[in-house]
């Protein structure tokens, strides 16, 4: 049964952190404002996604210091680790942040419809499955992204991220698919835990889009992890057996393993969301083609976040939703600056970057300074680890700005964040070097580079 309810200024779809912040703030400029949400308030990022894979990757680190901590005179006999303990305490947090969600949209009087929504029109949302139909003057979409299908056989046997919070106990082999941000801290995570961990690979580097040094330095870590990193291959078909899992590779080669996880990429989430009815022009993948103020080919209909396919952050999403509220809703029209936005990989090291890689900055700039230093850390001389850091400036030639940072260390996301407001505000490398290094650090590598690296020929 369809009635028109009501009508909002604006309806925002989509709870995560894109749509909430822009549902808060438009809220605040005093916009009547809802927000549908069809699993749970939060979003990927808090629900399935940053949040809680940030307690494994803390959880997964302390295996490794128990080890590195014996260098030390410690003595870590007899640990063990407990699954069901770790995820009884994420799932308790997550919870609480979700609930924070939900008090602060409440607080700001947005209207909470725990409904999936659909687009009846360019101004008409409809519920399902009530069947309530909401008028709003504005819509914006904020769905974000769902895990790609591969379509191989067999793939109802596989998890993606958003089972593997859930699995009623730690794999003893666990098989990932995949060689980007999911795949790589994921199989870190696990074999940080203790699992075994086979990681696939469809190419012959992980990481692509990040600087080649970074990746080849990475994917050397994570051997040295233990990770099994198959590379050139894709999976054929997955069969059960013996209560776990035959893979079959393109290779000709099959591995027997607990649990199969695809970490191969993500895609828009706008299957059946209606965008055809009210006119929303998407790419071919289904993303909501936008101009730089979030605005789709209808203009009553706006989106941000992951479900553009821009750039799929949660910080971004964030960004993006605040300069549509302050756009639409405030007094000051901007666009968010998608240039120089850091990222980070939680890998064990993990990894920090943030501008242009060596190949994109060559290609953009022709000539540029390259600097370069990998290491055995300090903590590392008595730990007895083998890991060893790498730190890498791009600097363009001709006016000698800094125009990358590329890192992988410990601490690597807190440090890049700090470099990236250098990088971002266009200081150069002579500036970089002024700044006195703090002692005894590894990132104080990065205001001691003075040999330039020459590539040999
Ligand atoms: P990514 O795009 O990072 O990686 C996807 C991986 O899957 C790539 O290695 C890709 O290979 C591979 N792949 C894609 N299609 C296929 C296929 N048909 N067969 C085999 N392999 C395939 O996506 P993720 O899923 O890792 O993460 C999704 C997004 O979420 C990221 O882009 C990132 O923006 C965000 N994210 C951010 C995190 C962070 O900030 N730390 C953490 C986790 C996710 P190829 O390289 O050849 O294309």
Not at 216 to 223: C, D, G, I, Y
Request: proline share 3%.
């Amino acid at each position: 049964m369809e009635n028109t309810v009501e009508t909002v200024d604006l309806f925002v779809i989509g709870a995560g952190s894109g749509g909430v912040r822009a549902a808060r703030m438009a809220a605040q400029y005093g916009a009547k404002v809802a927000i549908a949400e069809e699993f749970r308030i939060g979003g990927t990022c808090v629900i399935r996604g940053c949040v809680p894979k940030k307690f494994m990757v803390y959880a997964s680190a302390y295996g490794q210091g128990f080890e590195e901590a014996r260098g030390y005179g410690w003595q870590a006999d007899n640990v063990r680790f407990d699954w069901n303990t770790l995820i009884a305490a994420k799932d308790a947090e997550i919870e609480r942040l979700s609930d924070i969600y939900r008090r602060n949209l409440g607080k700001a009087n947005v209207q909470i419809i725990e409904e999936r929504a659909e687009l009846a029109g360019p101004d008409t949302v409809r519920l399902v499955p009530s069947g309530r139909v909401v008028q709003a003057k504005k819509i914006l979409i904020a769905t974000g992204g769902t895990p790609r299908k591969l379509g191989f056989a067999g793939e109802e046997h596989t998890i993606t991220s958003n089972e593997i919070f859930h699995l009623s106990e730690m794999p003893d082999h666990i098989l990932i698919n995949g060689g980007g941000y999911i795949a790589c801290e994921f199989a870190s995570i696990f074999a940080g835990l203790g699992a075994k961990v086979s990681l696939l690979y469809r190419k012959e580097m992980v990481l692509r889009g990040f600087d080649d040094d970074l990746r080849s330095h990475m994917q050397k870590e994570l051997m040295r992890q233990g990770i099994n990193v198959i590379t050139g291959v894709n999976i054929d078909v997955i069969e059960k057996q013996n209560g776990g899992l035959l893979v079959r590779l393109d290779n000709g080669e099959s591995i027997s393993c607990d649990q199969a996880m695809m970490g191969t990429g993500r895609v828009p989430a706008t299957d059946g969301l209606g965008l055809d009815v009210a006119g929303v022009n998407t790419t071919r993948s289904g993303a909501i083609i936008v101009d730089a103020f979030g605005q789709s080919s209808v203009p009553s209909i706006f989106a941000v976040g992951d479900v553009t396919d821009r750039i799929s952050l949660t910080p971004v999403a964030i960004r993006e939703g605040a300069a549509f509220a302050d756009s639409e809703f405030g007094d000051r029209r901007h666009s968010f600056d998608h240039k120089d936005v850091a990222s980070a990989v939680f890998t064990q090291p993990p990894v920090g970057s943030v501008g242009l890689s060596e190949i994109d900055a060559r290609a953009e700039f022709g000539d540029i300074d390259v600097y370069k230093s990998s290491f055995r850390p300090m903590r590392h001389t008595i730990s007895g680890s083998q890991e060893q850091y790498l730190m890498k400036l791009i600097v363009r030639t001709t006016d000698q700005v800094v125009v990358g940072v590329h890192l992988i260390s410990d601490a690597a996301p807190e440090i890049i964040q700090i470099a990236a407001i250098a990088v971002k505000a266009g200081l150069t490398k002579a500036q970089w070097d002024e700044t006195c290094a703090v002692h005894p650090t590894a990132a104080e590598e990065l205001v001691l580079m003075r040999e330039k690296f020459i590539a040999a020929t």
